[in-house]
C-alpha cells in the first residue's frame, strides 16, 4: 500500500468516495467459498482501534498495525486480506512469528504464522473514517477478513464469521486480533487453509513475538486489548487450557531464552504475561510436566530478582507482582518436595521494598484462598513474616495446613489487633469451631500432641495468652482430642508411644482430656497391639513406666501388667533381661531416694526369671549380660531358695546332671568363665558343701583321686577364687605342718611307700599346690622321707633292744 499524501484543507470531501456498509456486506454475500469454524469464547466482533495520528486541514491522518495469527505452513501461497469491498484489499505480509521452524526436528510441522498489515486512514470530528487507496480517501465504517487462495481455475475465499468496526483511538497504534475463524467453502466444503490459533494459544505467541523482535513498546497494547476480551466476554480457561497454555509455553521458550537471560525488560513482559492468566480451582489440576515452563522462568528470576526489582516502575508494579506470585503459586502446588522453598517465598524476601514486598506476600496468600489449596507449613511461616501484619486476618488463615501454623498466624492477628478485642475472641472461636467441626486440619498424635504443649506453659505474653485461654475453654477441641485419642488406644504403634507420653504425661491437660482414664489408655496400648515385638514392651516401659511416680500412674498394677504380657514367651523374656540393667537405672532415675519403689522393680523382675521352668537357659542366654548389683544379690538369693536349699545333699556329686553346681559349671565353661552371674552361683552353691577332716584327708593322701570333690575344689578353674577353694588350702596346710611335727604314723608312711604310681602322682600334685599356694619351701616328700628314717631308727634301737634283751636274759 503506498503512502498517502497529505490532506490540505481546500481538498474538502472531493478526495474522498462514499462505501456504504451495504456494500461490504454485499461482498460477504458473493463470496462462494465458506465453512464454519469453532469460534473462540465468545469472541465474534474486535474493533480497530487507530492510532499515529497527525492532524491536518480535513482532520487527522492515522496509521494502524493490524496482527493476526494462523497456524500454517510457512511456505504457503494463500494470502490473508482486510477487504473494504470489492475494490479496496489489502494484503497481510507474513511471516513465523517464532523462527520455530528453524529449530523443529519435523520440517513437515506447521508454526504459527503472523500476518500483519499497516492501515493508513483520516477521520474527521464527525467521526467519518476515510481509508487511504488508490489516491484518494474511501469513507467506510468496517470491513472483514478473508483468506485469498489461488487454484489452477479459480481463486477460493475463506471469510470470517462477522464484519468488523473501525474505531477510534488515537493512542493505539497497534492491533492485535484475537479469536479470527475463517469459514470453510461452501460448494466445496473445503475447510480454510491452515488453522486458528486459540485465544489463550494466541496470548503466549503474540508475546513472544513481541520479546523476540524486542518490541516492548507494543507490549501495553497487547496487553490492554487482551485484558479487554477477558472483561468483556469472560471466557472460560479450563485444565487442559491452562495445561496447553504452560506447555505451549515451554515448548517455545527456546525461541526467547536468549532475550530472557539477556534483557531486564524482556522478562519483566513474561511476567507480566502471566498475570494475565485467570486461575481458579477449577483450572488448576493440570499435569506435572506442564509446570517444567514455571520452574525454568523462576530459576532465571532468581538469578536476577534483585535488578530486575528496579525497573519495575509503579506502572507495571501490580502486574508484575501478580505474574511473579502466580508463577510462585503454581511451583508449590507442583512441586515434589514440599519442603523445597527454592525459587518460591524467598524470591518474596529478596524483594527490598518492604510495601512491595508485603503487596506480593499479601497476593500469594490471596492466591491460595481463592484457589482453597493449602500451603505447607514452612512456606507458610515465612509467608507471614513477609506480611504487613494489619492485612493479615482470619479469612487469611484458611490456607494454612496445620495447627502449628494456624496458632503461629492467630498470634499475629491477636497482636496486632487494633479493634475490640471481644469481638476478635469471639470471631476466633467461631472459626476453631468450624474447623474442628469439617476436621479442617488434621487431628493425628502429633498435632494432639503440639496443641497441648503449645498450652501447658506459663508466659506473660498477652496474645498467646488469649488463645491459651480460647482454646482451653473449648468444648470442641475437648472432644476432638478425646474422640481421636479413644480411636486410636487400639493401634498405636511403639513409634508413637514418645507423642502419647507427651499427651498423657509431659503436657497433660486436664481441661481438655477430662474423660480420658490414663491408666486404662495406658494398659489399653499394652494389651492391644497388632505385632508381638520386643521393642513394643521395651518402648512402652520406658515411655509410661519411668516418666513420672505421680500417684495416678499405679505402677505396681502396670508393672504386673506389662510383664504378663511376655513372661510366658521365653524368646521375648531373654530379649528384654538383657536390658534389664538399663531399664533398672530408667526406673530408679524417677525416684531415686524411693527405695521401695526400686526393690519393688528389682524383686519382680527377679520373679518373673524363677517364672520359666528351666531357669538355666535364662542364666545361659540373657542373665549373662546384667551387671546391676542390686539384681544380682536378689536373683542369687531367690536362686539359694529356689534351687540350692533343696539340692544341698547332691552338691558334691559333680556327676549328677541334676546337680545345680553340675550344671552351672557347664554353663560356666559355655561361656569361658565371662557369666558374671554364673560365676557367683557357682560360689555360693560350693560354699555350702561341707567337707570334714576325715574326707579332707582321705581324698588328698588315704585314697587321691581326680574324682573328688576336694581335688575339683582344689583344681577346678572356676572354684580357685572362692572362699572353699582357701579353707581347704589353709587346712590341707595346718596337717602337713602336723605331719612336719612327727605326727606320721608307721601306717602313714607305708600308706605313701606303697602309692601306686596313679595316686603317687595325684598325691605330688595337690601337696605340690598347698606348698606352693602357703609358700612352704619344703618338698612334702622330705617330710615323709624324714619321718621315714626315723620311724627306721627307731625300729633299729627297738631291736637292739630286744637282742640286748634276749641275750642278757640267756646269759643271766
Known sequence: MSTPSPIEPDNHMENFEVISSDETEAEFRCDYETGNEVQDAGVSRISIATGSAISSGFGMQCSITLYILRQADPNHKWQIQAVFDKKIKFDFNSAEALNYHEVSVNKNETVPMLYQLKLSYVYNDKGQVGIYHDGKYCITSSYKFRISEPGRTHTSHYDVNSLHDI???????????????????????????????????????????????????????????????????????????????????????????????????????????????????????????????????????????????????????????????LLICIKILREKDKNDTDNTIDLLSRISEREQREDAALQLLKLFKLLERRLPGNKMMELYKLMNPKDLTLEYLEPTVSWETYIYGLTHIVENCECCMNDLEDLIKDQLCRFLKVNYFPMLLPDVAWILTYLKPQTNNKST?????????????????????????????????????????????????????????????????KEHKIDHFIEWFKCFLCETDENWIKYQDLVCHWTNCFV?????????????????????????????????????????????????????????????????????????????????????NLKDPTNPLFQLMNIAEEHKRQNKIVEDLIILAASMIEVGDSELLNDTFNNPSRSTFVYLIL??????????????????????????????????????ENFPKEQKAIFHEIWSLVAKETEKT???????????????????????????????????
Request: glycine share 2%; proline share 2%.
Open 167 to 325: 474505531m477510534i483511538n488515537p493512542s493505539v497504534s497497534n492491533q492485535f486480533l484475537f479469536g479470527i475463524h475463517f469459514k470453510g467453502g461452501i460448494i466445496s466444503l473445503k475447510a480454510a487453509p491452515g488453522s486458528s490459533i486459540s485465544l489463550w494459544d494466541s496470548l503466549p505467541i503474540f508475546t513472544y513475538y513481541l520479546l523476540r523482535t524486542q518490541s516492548y513498546d507494543k507490549c501495553d497494547a497487547l496487553f490492554d486489548q487482551f485484558k479487554i476480551i477477558e472483561e468483556s466476554s469472560r471466557p472460560v480457561m479450563s485444565s487442559n487450557c491452562l495445561e496447553r497454555f504452560l506447555s505451549m509455553c515451554l515448548k517455545y521458550l527456546s525461541t526467547i531464552e536468549d532475550v530472557l537471560n539477556q534483557d531486564l525488560n524482556a522478562l519483566k513482559v513474561l511476567i507480566q504475561m502471566i498475570a494475565l492468566i485467570p486461575i481458579s480451582k477449577q483450572n488448576i489440576m493440570f499435569d506435572e510436566n506442564a509446570s517444567g515452563f514455571v520452574s525454568v522462568i523462576l530459576k532465571i528470576i532468581s538469578g536476577k530478582i534483585n535488578n530486575l526489582i528496579v525497573i519495575i516502575n509503579k506502572n507495571d508494579w501490580i502486574s508484575f507482582y501478580k505474574g511473579l506470585t
Open 465 to 529: 495468652q488469649i488463645i491459651q485461654r480460647i482454646f482451653q475453654k473449648s468444648d470442641s477441641l475437648q472432644i476432638s482430642i478425646e474422640q481421636y485419642l479413644d480411636s486410636r488406644s487400639y493401634s498405636i504403634t511403639s513409634n508413637e508411644f514418645p507423642l502419647v507420653r507427651d499427651i498423657l504425661i509431659r503436657s497433660y491437660n486436664s481441661k481438655l482430656m477430662h474423660n480420658i482414664n490414663r491408666p486404662e489408655y495406658l494398659l489399653r496400648m499394652l494389651t492391644y497391639r
Open 568 to 652: 510366658k514367651d521365653q524368646i521375648a523374656l531373654f530379649e528384654i533381661m538383657k536390658q534389664v540393667d538399663s531399664l533398672i537405672d530408667l526406673w530408679i532415675k524417677v525416684a531415686p531416694n524411693n527405695n521401695q519403689r526400686s526393690d519393688f522393680f528389682v524383686t519382680h523382675m527377679v520373679t518373673q526369671c524363677y517364672s520359666l521352668e528351666n531357669v538355666n537357659n535364662l542364666l545361659k542366654n540373657a542373665l549373662h549380660t546384667v551387671n546391676n548389683e542390686k539384681f544380682l544379690e536378689a536373683f542369687k538369693k531367690e536362686y539359694e531358695k529356689e534351687k540350692l536349699a533343696n539340692a544341698k545333699g547332691r552338691l558334691r
Open 715 to 752: 583344681f577346678d578353674k572356676s572354684l580357685s577364687s572362692l572362699s572353699i577353694h582357701k579353707i581347704i588350702i589353709n587346712r590341707l596346710s595346718q596337717q602337713w605342718t602336723k605331719w612336719e611335727q612327727g605326727t606320721l604314723l608307721a601306717s602313714d608312711i607305708r600308706t605313701w
Open 778 to 812: 619344703v618338698d612334702i616328700d622330705l617330710v615323709f622321707d624324714v619321718s621315714c628314717k626315723a620311724l627306721k631308727a627307731k625300729l633299729e634301737t627297738n631291736d637292739k633292744i630286744i637282742t640286748c634283751l634276749n641275750t642278757y636274759c640267756q646269759e643271766a
